[in-house]
């Protein structure tokens, strides 16, 4: 699997992603200016993040079904899982 002649890593959040700490920081940028009451706690966070790193719709960071950047997904209290039946 490739995306833009990049090779995709499966089961990967941008973190883990070779290549990937650009993209990581702009999430986690992106996450810091989430005002308090629209984040998730850090509990529910991991949790969902433990979630993504088991499915099979997850590729470098990115979630197959609705293409969002999963740690920016999973760190908005009001966001859910697009999975059917939703995994968190
Ligand atoms: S389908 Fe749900 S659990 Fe799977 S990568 Fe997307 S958001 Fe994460």
Redesign the pocket.
């Known amino acids: 699997m490739t995306a833009g002649g990049k090779p995709l890593c499966p089961r990967c959040l941008l973190a883990d992603v070779p290549g990937g700490a650009a993209l990581a920081a702009l999430n986690q940028a992106w996450i810091d200016a989430l005002p308090p009451e629209r984040r998730a706690d850090d509990a529910t966070f991991r949790a ?2 433990a ?2 790193r ?5 590729a470098s960071g ?5 293409g ?1 950047y ?1 740690e920016y ?2 760190s908005q209290k009001a966001r859910r ?3 059917v039946p ?3």
């Open positions: 969902r993040l979630a993504c088991d499915c099979e719709h997850l990115t979630c197959g079904l609705c969002c999963v997904r999973a899982c697009p999975d939703a995994r968190w």
